[in-house]
């Protein structure tokens, strides 16, 4: 349907207080590999039109959410309509109000991909690292994707943004003394680096050699204190976690663990939460609410500095709307810890963490226990730690890496973690 005809359908709703609008159309094209074989070379189009009705008075404010399709016509578009009031009539959240008018985001590229040809550039780029006897590429997707995407709402917003993707799906396979080990990998950028997917491969396929290398900690004796180094997942998972800890629904439903001034660290790291980061994946200049968003820093010298978060949530605690905020920036004293004994976690099978109390770690698939001179591979154990307290004195790597919602230090540096 047209956005037209579906505006008319909305305003046609004398019970509707206001409504949110979000078309999303997705140019894609789809690579499968099995071993270096192409199996599939798909081009995808999708068009998805998201409708969230709103219905208010002065003590409460209802919602309930439409989706449009292909098959939607004004008749069967008008009853999703009234079976969405009637869903939003029975949600009881106190009332709060839409965003005002927010000044216009229109956000075109300049220059539209030729994305059969980026993706056959990405399959050269990691096919290029598939160069070992022992090891090899079992299984390989890729997708390069434009989208664009639409918001309006009854407030008179309007914003518009196109952007760009590339996922690398991936499951290496080494095989040593008749056993094959696998491992497996979600690339996500933003940015079109062929090299850095060839060295993101390598180091994936060099990380299933060590793993069909490694051996258990109790043929190793491992040092007390020694200092353990999470990345990806689990450097990801610690931020969502801390982040989220101080953003006004926490506060509002009074689950969080810090507050404003609060000292989360003596290390004295800050972290900003930002829209666009290049070479982030998540970026977005707005959020679903339609607020256009800004760099907002949330922890200062290791000190909680600002909330942050979306306009219902702003609205009950009487604070600034920031929005919804999909990207961190860390920053702060690096440390150096090449030349002592550490140990790296490559991969856990899944990293945990939980709000509550604080406990994190996780079975590790594989690490690397750097004894002084050499490294030695490692599988079979767990780590646990109290996140609150670890943060305390955490250290950051000097190495930098940029993650699909994360720009930072490669590792987070932990001292007196429990490894059993």
Same mark, same amino acid.
């Given at each position: 349907?047209? $956005?037209?005809? %579906?505006?008319?359908?909305?305003?046609?709703?004398?019970?509707?207080?206001?409504?949110?609008l979000?078309?999303r159309?997705? !140019?894609?094209?789809? /690579?499968?590999?099995?071993?270096?074989?192409?199996?599939?070379?798909?081009a995808?189009k999708?068009?998805t039109?998201?409708?969230?009705?709103?219905?208010?008075?002065?003590?409460? &404010?209802?919602?309930? *959410?439409?989706?449009? *399709?292909?098959?939607d016509?004004v $008749?069967?578009?008008?009853?999703k309509?009234?079976?969405?009031?009637?869903?939003?009539?029975?949600?009881?959240n106190?009332?709060?109000?839409?965003?005002?008018k927010?000044?216009?985001? &229109?956000?075109?590229?300049?220059?539209k991909?030729? /994305?059969?040809?980026?993706?056959?550039?990405?399959?050269?780029?990691?096919?290029?690292a !598939?160069?070992?006897?022992?090891?090899?590429?079992?299984?390989t997707?890729i997708?390069?994707?434009? *989208?664009?995407?639409?918001?309006?709402?009854?407030?008179?917003?309007k914003?518009?943004a196109?952007s760009?993707? %590339?996922?690398?799906e991936v499951?290496?396979?080494?095989?040593?003394? @008749?056993?094959?080990?696998?491992?497996?990998?979600?690339?996500?950028?933003?940015?079109?680096?062929?090299k850095?997917?060839?060295?993101?491969?390598?180091?994936l396929?060099?990380?299933?050699?060590?793993?069909?290398?490694a051996? &258990?900690p109790?043929? #190793?004796k491992?040092?007390? !204190?020694l200092? #353990? /180094?999470?990345?990806?997942?689990?450097?990801?998972?610690i931020?969502?976690?801390?982040?989220?800890?101080?953003? +006004?629904?926490?506060?509002?439903?009074k689950e969080?663990?810090?507050?404003l001034?609060d000292?989360?660290? @003596?290390?004295?790291?800050? /972290? &900003?939460?930002k829209?666009?980061?290049?070479?982030?994946a998540?970026?977005a200049?707005?959020?679903?609410?339609?607020?256009?968003? $800004?760099?907002?820093?949330?922890i200062?010298d290791?000190k909680?500095e600002k909330?942050?978060g979306?306009?219902?949530?702003?609205?009950?605690?009487k604070?600034?709307?920031?929005?919804?905020?999909?990207l961190?920036?860390?920053?702060?004293?690096?440390?150096?810890?090449?030349?002592?004994?550490?140990?790296?976690?490559?991969?856990?099978s899944?990293?945990?963490?939980?709000?509550t109390?604080?406990?994190? @770690?996780?079975?590790?698939?594989?690490?690397?226990?750097f004894?002084?001179?050499? +490294?030695?591979?490692? *599988?079979?154990?767990?780590?646990?730690g109290?996140?609150?307290? !670890?943060?305390?004195?955490?250290?950051?790597?000097?190495?930098?890496?940029?993650?699909?919602?994360?720009?930072g230090?490669?590792?987070?540096?932990?001292?007196?973690?429990? %490894?059993?």
């Open positions: 349907m047209k $956005k037209n005809d %579906i505006i008319r359908c909305l305003k046609a709703h004398k019970e509707i207080s206001d409504y949110q979000i078309i159309n997705k !140019d894609s094209r789809e /690579l499968f590999y099995v071993l270096d074989h192409l199996e599939i070379n798909r995808v999708t068009a039109t998201i409708i969230n009705v709103y219905v208010s008075n002065e003590k409460f &404010t209802g919602s309930s *959410t439409v989706t449009v *399709t292909s098959a016509d $008749k069967s578009l008008d009853k309509i009234k079976d969405a009031v009637k869903k939003a009539k029975d949600v009881k106190l009332y709060y109000p839409l965003p005002p927010q000044e216009q985001v &229109t956000e075109k590229r300049t220059k991909e030729d /994305l059969n040809a980026i993706a056959g550039n990405v399959a050269r780029a990691v096919f290029a !598939d160069v070992y006897k022992e090891g090899w590429l079992n299984s997707e997708f390069v994707s434009n *989208t664009d995407t639409q918001f309006l709402d009854s407030k008179g917003t914003h518009e196109e760009f993707s %590339i996922g690398v499951i290496p396979t080494w095989s040593k003394n @008749g056993e094959e080990i696998e491992l497996y990998k979600y690339y996500e950028s933003s940015a079109l680096d062929y850095a997917i060839t060295k993101e491969i390598d180091e396929l060099q990380n299933a050699r060590e793993r069909a290398d051996v &258990t109790k043929k #190793v491992l040092p007390k !204190d200092k #353990v /180094l999470v990345k990806n997942d689990m450097l990801q998972l931020l969502d976690t801390i982040s989220f800890d101080i953003n +006004y629904r926490n506060l509002y439903f969080n663990h810090y507050n001034k000292e989360i660290s @003596g290390s004295r790291f800050s /972290l &900003t939460m829209p666009v980061i290049k070479g982030c998540r970026s200049r707005f959020d679903e609410d339609g607020i256009v968003l $800004k760099n907002t820093r949330i200062k290791g909680v909330l942050w979306s306009n219902r949530f702003a609205y009950y605690l604070k600034k709307v920031t929005g919804n905020l999909p961190m920036e860390l920053e702060g004293p690096r440390s150096e810890y090449k030349n002592e004994k550490h140990l790296i976690i490559e991969n856990f899944s990293p945990q963490l939980e709000e109390s604080g406990y994190w @770690g996780g079975e590790v698939r594989l690490a690397r226990y004894d002084g001179e050499k +490294y030695i591979p490692l *599988t079979g154990f767990s780590i646990s109290n996140i609150y307290e !670890d943060l305390k004195t955490v250290e950051l790597s000097g190495e930098n890496a940029i993650l699909p919602n994360y720009k230090p490669k590792y987070l540096i932990f001292k007196g973690i429990k %490894i059993h």
